[in-house]
T-cell receptor, first 112, second 116 residues
Framework: KQEVTQIPAALSVPEGENLVLNCSFT??????LQWFRQDPGKGLTSLLL?????REQTSGRLNASLDKSSGRSTLYIAASQPGDSATYLCAVSDNYGQNFVFGPGTRLSVLP | DARVTQTPRHKVTEMGQEVTMRCQPILGHNTVFWYRQTMMQGLELLAY????????DSGMPKDRFSAEMPDATLATLKIQPSEPRDSAVYFCASGLVRGAGSTEAFFGQGTRLTVV
């Protein structure tokens, strides 16, 4: 059974810092990995999707990498801003995008 | 602006009552997921559909939960009878799978259910 963990559970940084969020999964037979952002009381917003054949994806200040063999993904946020404060979740899917399994999330606070 | 729409956004009901949550997936998407989110368990997959057919509902308590897609524009999740332990936020997500392609899931805003 696929299990996804995220470290750290919570992170507080001053504005402007670069930071890394970590995601680990136990079964490397994934089809893709997706990073989401969730603001309090809101739904999940898709940030980046990495297919299993890819090693990284970039969108603006965000860069996500994937190492299937080691069961790890990282989300790099450059020049963090208070507006980046949210919970960040990663999810992995098996073949054909079925059965997404989510990690518990990392709660990020960026202090002005 | 394509988005997944869920109704109602909030629902408070008494134990034993029937609850129906609705989801309108993004037009053209062929996969619909239902998730439940709680503080203790995080996000749990309840069921998912491909081309309106249920592919997996093993995450759902079968005795009280049911999920259907009466047509391509509507997915429903029903709880009957509801119990206090069902209190959670229920999310619907949709995605498009093409053959062996991957799915990017897009989430609705959720239905916050409180059973008293």
């Amino acid at each position: 059974k696929q299990e996804v963990t995220q470290i750290p559970a919570a992170l507080s940084v001053p504005e402007g810092e670069n930071l890394v969020l970590n995601c680990s999964f136990t079964d490397s037979a994934i089809y893709n990995l997706q990073w989401f952002r969730q603001d309090p009381g809101k739904g999940l917003t898709s940030l980046l999707l990495i297919q299993s054949s890819q090693r990284e994806q970039t969108s603006g200040r965000l860069n996500a990498s994937l190492d299937k063999s080691s069961g790890r993904s990282t989300l790099y946020i450059a020049a963090s801003q208070p507006g980046d404060s949210a919970t960040y979740l990663c999810a992995v899917s098996d073949n054909y995008g079925q059965n997404f399994v989510f990690g518990p999330g990392t709660r990020l606070s960026v202090l002005p | 602006d394509a988005r997944v729409t869920q109704t109602p956004r909030h629902k408070v009901t008494e134990m034993g009552q029937e609850v129906t949550m609705r989801c309108q997936p993004i037009l053209g998407h062929n996969t619909v997921f239902w998730y439940r989110q709680t503080m203790m368990q995080g996000l749990e997959l309840l069921a998912y559909f491909r081309n309106r057919a249920p592919l997996d509902d093993s995450g759902m308590p079968k005795d009280r939960f049911s999920a259907e897609m009466p047509d391509a524009t509507l997915a429903t999740l029903k709880i009957q009878p509801s119990e206090p332990r069902d209190s959670a936020v229920y999310f619907c997500a949709s995605g498009l799978v093409r053959g062996a392609g991957s799915t990017e899931a897009f989430f609705g805003q959720g239905t916050r259910l409180t059973v008293v």
